[in-house]
Nanobody
Framework: QVQLVESGGGLVQAGASLRLSCVAS????????MGWFRQAPGKEREFVAS????????LYPDSVKGRFTISRDNAKNTVYLQMNSLKPEDTAEYYC???????????????????WGQGTQVTVSS
């Protein structure tokens, strides 16, 4: 089992950058493929990024591709989400998630993730 804690959210203006962090405790982070999701009020949870267990592969939806970068430091048990050129439509609660997976797997389906953090709020003003 693993526990996840996100941080780094905040209120920024459009065009700004933020870096979210997700620190894991419990089992070693390299056991898990990791993902970031977001959920805005009244909307369904949306996939944002995924990274394979050792970082060989990453996956993004078109809505964030080229602006967001997911990375991980297994030695620090931490996953990051660098968010650049933020837009008001990026406003949401952001969650990191973990799941057991094959070494090079990236996973976009939220139902396949076993562990979730409590979330961190990102608000982008226009």
């Amino acid at each position: 089992q693993v526990q996840l804690v996100e941080s780094g959210g905040g209120l920024v203006q459009a065009g700004a950058s933020l870096r979210l962090s997700c620190v894991a405790s419990g089992r070693p982070l390299y056991s898990y493929a990791m993902g970031w999701f977001r959920q805005a009020p009244g909307k369904e949870r949306e996939f944002v990024a995924s990274i394979s267990r050792f970082g060989e592969r990453v996956l993004y939806p078109d809505s964030v591709k080229g602006r967001f970068t997911i990375s991980r430091d297994n030695a620090k048990n931490t996953v990051y989400l660098q968010m650049n050129s933020l837009k008001p439509e990026d406003t949401a609660e952001y969650y990191c998630a973990a799941t057991y997976a094959l070494t090079v797997a990236t996973i976009s389906e939220s139902a396949r993730y076993d562990y979730w953090g409590q979330g961190t709020q990102v608000t982008v003003s226009s």
